[in-house]
Protein backbone atom coordinates (compact mmCIF):
# COMPACT_ATOMS: atom_id res chain seq x y z
CA UNK A 1 0.00 0.00 0.00
CA UNK A 2 1.03 3.57 -0.67
CA UNK A 3 1.61 5.96 1.82
CA UNK A 4 3.66 9.18 3.23
CA UNK A 5 5.12 9.62 6.52
CA UNK A 6 6.56 13.16 7.97
CA UNK A 7 8.24 11.69 11.27
CA UNK A 8 8.13 15.31 12.72
CA UNK A 9 5.37 16.93 14.04
CA UNK A 10 7.28 20.62 14.42
CA UNK A 11 10.29 22.02 13.28
CA UNK A 12 11.95 24.84 14.63
CA UNK A 13 15.01 26.64 13.08
CA UNK A 14 16.08 30.36 13.20
CA UNK A 15 16.34 32.84 11.27
CA UNK A 16 18.48 32.67 8.60
CA UNK A 17 19.82 28.70 8.78
CA UNK A 18 19.34 25.67 6.92
CA UNK A 19 15.73 24.17 6.81
CA UNK A 20 14.88 20.82 5.74
CA UNK A 21 11.64 19.35 6.38
CA UNK A 22 11.92 15.48 6.46
CA UNK A 23 9.33 13.24 3.94
CA UNK A 24 9.69 8.80 3.43
CA UNK A 25 7.36 7.34 1.17
CA UNK A 26 6.48 3.73 0.17
CA UNK A 27 4.68 3.22 -3.07
CA UNK A 28 4.76 -0.12 -5.58
CA UNK A 29 6.40 1.65 -8.85
CA UNK A 30 7.65 4.85 -9.96
CA UNK A 31 6.94 7.20 -7.14
CA UNK A 32 5.87 10.92 -8.04
CA UNK A 33 5.70 13.01 -4.82
CA UNK A 34 4.62 16.89 -4.28
CA UNK A 35 5.29 19.39 -1.51
CA UNK A 36 2.68 21.88 -0.84
CA UNK A 37 2.64 24.48 1.82
CA UNK A 38 -0.53 26.05 4.15
CA UNK A 39 -0.55 28.87 5.33
CA UNK A 40 -3.31 29.53 8.37
CA UNK A 41 -6.64 29.54 7.26
CA UNK A 42 -5.93 29.10 3.34
CA UNK A 43 -5.76 25.87 1.24
CA UNK A 44 -2.31 24.29 0.06
CA UNK A 45 -0.06 25.92 -2.42
CA UNK A 46 2.09 23.66 -4.56
CA UNK A 47 5.82 24.60 -4.29
CA UNK A 48 7.54 21.47 -6.38
CA UNK A 49 7.35 17.57 -7.42
CA UNK A 50 9.28 15.05 -8.59
CA UNK A 51 8.23 12.77 -11.63
CA UNK A 52 11.40 11.90 -13.01
CA UNK A 53 15.11 12.77 -13.74
CA UNK A 54 17.26 15.38 -12.01
CA UNK A 55 17.18 13.64 -8.14
CA UNK A 56 17.14 17.50 -6.88
CA UNK A 57 14.07 19.20 -7.65
CA UNK A 58 13.68 23.45 -7.36
CA UNK A 59 10.84 25.33 -6.50
CA UNK A 60 8.94 28.25 -5.28
CA UNK A 61 10.31 30.34 -3.38
CA UNK A 62 13.48 29.04 -3.23
CA UNK A 63 12.75 25.78 -1.91
CA UNK A 64 14.10 23.00 -3.29
CA UNK A 65 13.84 19.02 -2.47
CA UNK A 66 15.88 15.62 -3.00
CA UNK A 67 15.11 12.80 -4.07
CA UNK A 68 16.99 9.55 -2.55
CA UNK A 69 15.29 6.58 -4.27
CA UNK A 70 17.57 3.56 -1.73
CA UNK A 71 16.17 5.78 1.47
CA UNK A 72 13.03 6.26 -0.36
CA UNK A 73 12.94 9.89 0.88
CA UNK A 74 12.20 13.18 -0.62
CA UNK A 75 13.07 16.13 1.95
CA UNK A 76 12.25 19.72 1.46
CA UNK A 77 14.97 22.18 1.83
CA UNK A 78 15.99 25.80 1.76
CA UNK A 79 19.12 27.00 2.66
CA UNK A 80 17.97 30.32 4.10
CA UNK A 81 14.88 30.35 6.45
CA UNK A 82 12.61 33.49 6.36
CA UNK A 83 10.13 34.11 9.34
CA UNK A 84 7.66 34.34 6.62
CA UNK A 85 8.49 30.73 5.44
CA UNK A 86 6.40 29.82 8.87
CA UNK A 87 3.92 27.30 7.95
CA UNK A 88 2.66 24.20 7.30
CA UNK A 89 4.37 21.70 4.94
CA UNK A 90 2.54 18.52 2.96
CA UNK A 91 4.47 16.18 1.28
CA UNK A 92 2.36 14.05 -1.08
CA UNK A 93 2.17 10.59 -3.32
CA UNK A 94 0.55 10.73 -6.49
CA UNK A 95 -0.95 6.72 -6.31
CA UNK A 96 -3.05 6.41 -9.09
CA UNK A 97 -6.27 7.77 -10.76
CA UNK A 98 -5.24 11.29 -9.85
CA UNK A 99 -5.29 10.74 -6.29
CA UNK A 100 -2.98 12.27 -4.09
CA UNK A 101 -2.00 10.72 -0.59
CA UNK A 102 -0.72 13.79 1.77
CA UNK A 103 1.83 13.01 4.98
CA UNK A 104 0.04 14.40 8.57
CA UNK A 105 1.83 17.60 7.69
CA UNK A 106 4.99 19.81 9.64
CA UNK A 107 4.38 22.92 11.14
CA UNK A 108 7.39 25.36 10.34
CA UNK A 109 8.27 27.67 13.26
CA UNK A 110 11.19 30.24 12.06
CA UNK A 111 12.55 31.82 14.82
CA UNK A 112 13.37 35.50 14.19
CA UNK B 1 -6.81 35.09 -13.32
CA UNK B 2 -9.14 33.79 -9.92
CA UNK B 3 -7.85 30.28 -8.21
CA UNK B 4 -10.08 28.06 -6.76
CA UNK B 5 -13.37 29.69 -5.39
CA UNK B 6 -14.88 27.63 -2.59
CA UNK B 7 -17.92 29.61 -0.53
CA UNK B 8 -18.79 29.35 1.89
CA UNK B 9 -15.53 30.02 3.86
CA UNK B 10 -17.15 28.90 7.25
CA UNK B 11 -20.77 26.76 7.76
CA UNK B 12 -22.10 26.20 10.91
CA UNK B 13 -24.86 23.20 10.72
CA UNK B 14 -27.42 22.23 13.64
CA UNK B 15 -27.10 18.05 13.71
CA UNK B 16 -29.11 16.61 11.49
CA UNK B 17 -29.26 19.59 8.72
CA UNK B 18 -27.77 19.67 5.29
CA UNK B 19 -24.51 21.14 4.29
CA UNK B 20 -23.52 22.04 0.62
CA UNK B 21 -20.27 22.92 -0.47
CA UNK B 22 -19.88 25.02 -3.71
CA UNK B 23 -16.10 24.92 -5.32
CA UNK B 24 -15.38 26.54 -8.73
CA UNK B 25 -11.96 25.25 -10.16
CA UNK B 26 -9.56 27.51 -11.92
CA UNK B 27 -10.60 29.14 -15.46
CA UNK B 28 -9.66 26.08 -17.73
CA UNK B 29 -9.39 23.20 -15.14
CA UNK B 30 -11.94 20.50 -15.73
CA UNK B 31 -10.78 18.12 -13.23
CA UNK B 32 -12.17 18.31 -9.67
CA UNK B 33 -11.07 16.98 -6.05
CA UNK B 34 -12.44 16.94 -3.18
CA UNK B 35 -10.38 16.58 0.72
CA UNK B 36 -10.90 16.44 4.08
CA UNK B 37 -8.48 17.87 7.15
CA UNK B 38 -9.52 16.81 9.86
CA UNK B 39 -7.35 18.73 13.46
CA UNK B 40 -3.59 17.84 13.23
CA UNK B 41 -4.28 15.48 9.97
CA UNK B 42 -3.60 15.39 6.53
CA UNK B 43 -5.95 15.68 3.98
CA UNK B 44 -7.69 12.70 2.96
CA UNK B 45 -9.12 12.25 -0.71
CA UNK B 46 -12.53 12.14 -1.01
CA UNK B 47 -13.53 12.00 -4.82
CA UNK B 48 -12.63 13.30 -7.79
CA UNK B 49 -14.71 14.10 -11.03
CA UNK B 50 -14.77 15.45 -14.26
CA UNK B 51 -17.66 17.40 -16.05
CA UNK B 52 -20.90 15.51 -15.10
CA UNK B 53 -19.07 12.07 -14.18
CA UNK B 54 -17.67 11.00 -10.39
CA UNK B 55 -14.47 8.97 -11.87
CA UNK B 56 -13.42 7.93 -8.45
CA UNK B 57 -15.46 8.19 -4.90
CA UNK B 58 -13.39 5.57 -3.02
CA UNK B 59 -12.98 8.49 -0.32
CA UNK B 60 -16.59 8.96 0.00
CA UNK B 61 -18.45 7.74 3.10
CA UNK B 62 -21.03 5.46 1.88
CA UNK B 63 -23.61 7.22 3.60
CA UNK B 64 -25.07 10.63 3.43
CA UNK B 65 -22.26 12.60 1.64
CA UNK B 66 -22.25 12.88 -2.03
CA UNK B 67 -20.40 15.05 -4.84
CA UNK B 68 -21.79 16.27 -8.10
CA UNK B 69 -19.97 18.20 -10.87
CA UNK B 70 -22.47 19.19 -13.53
CA UNK B 71 -22.00 20.65 -17.23
CA UNK B 72 -22.63 24.08 -15.58
CA UNK B 73 -21.75 25.68 -12.64
CA UNK B 74 -19.50 24.85 -9.34
CA UNK B 75 -19.23 21.36 -8.06
CA UNK B 76 -20.99 20.46 -5.15
CA UNK B 77 -20.12 18.69 -1.80
CA UNK B 78 -23.41 17.55 -0.44
CA UNK B 79 -23.52 16.09 3.47
CA UNK B 80 -27.12 14.92 4.44
CA UNK B 81 -28.11 14.43 7.97
CA UNK B 82 -24.95 16.20 9.26
CA UNK B 83 -23.27 15.06 12.65
CA UNK B 84 -20.62 16.39 14.71
CA UNK B 85 -17.73 13.70 13.36
CA UNK B 86 -18.63 15.65 10.05
CA UNK B 87 -16.76 19.02 11.70
CA UNK B 88 -13.61 19.41 9.38
CA UNK B 89 -11.61 21.73 6.93
CA UNK B 90 -12.88 20.59 3.16
CA UNK B 91 -11.15 21.49 0.40
CA UNK B 92 -11.32 21.55 -3.10
CA UNK B 93 -8.80 21.31 -5.65
CA UNK B 94 -8.55 21.17 -9.36
CA UNK B 95 -5.77 20.37 -12.03
CA UNK B 96 -5.90 21.12 -16.11
CA UNK B 97 -5.66 17.21 -16.79
CA UNK B 98 -5.31 14.26 -15.09
CA UNK B 99 -1.89 12.07 -13.54
CA UNK B 100 0.68 14.25 -11.93
CA UNK B 101 -0.03 17.78 -12.71
CA UNK B 102 -0.09 19.71 -10.04
CA UNK B 103 -3.47 20.24 -8.33
CA UNK B 104 -4.24 23.75 -7.06
CA UNK B 105 -6.42 24.11 -3.73
CA UNK B 106 -9.23 26.27 -2.82
CA UNK B 107 -9.21 28.06 0.93
CA UNK B 108 -11.30 25.59 2.23
CA UNK B 109 -14.87 25.63 3.93
CA UNK B 110 -14.34 25.02 7.37
CA UNK B 111 -17.58 22.94 8.67
CA UNK B 112 -18.81 23.10 12.11
CA UNK B 113 -21.34 21.06 13.70
CA UNK B 114 -23.42 22.29 16.71
Known amino acids: AQSVAQPEDQVNVAEGNPLTVKCTYSVSGNPYLFWYVQYPNRGLQFLLKYITGDNLVKGSYGFEAEFNKSQTSFHLKKPSALVSDSALYFCALYYGNNRLAFGKGNQVVVIP | NAGVMQNPRHLVRRRGQEARLRCSPM?????VYWYRQLPEEGLKFMVYLQKENIIDESGMPKERFSAEFPKEGPSILRIQQVVRGDSAAYFC????????????FGDGTRLSIL
Open chain 2, 27 to 31: KGHSH
Open chain 2, 93 to 104: ASSAGGGVKPQH
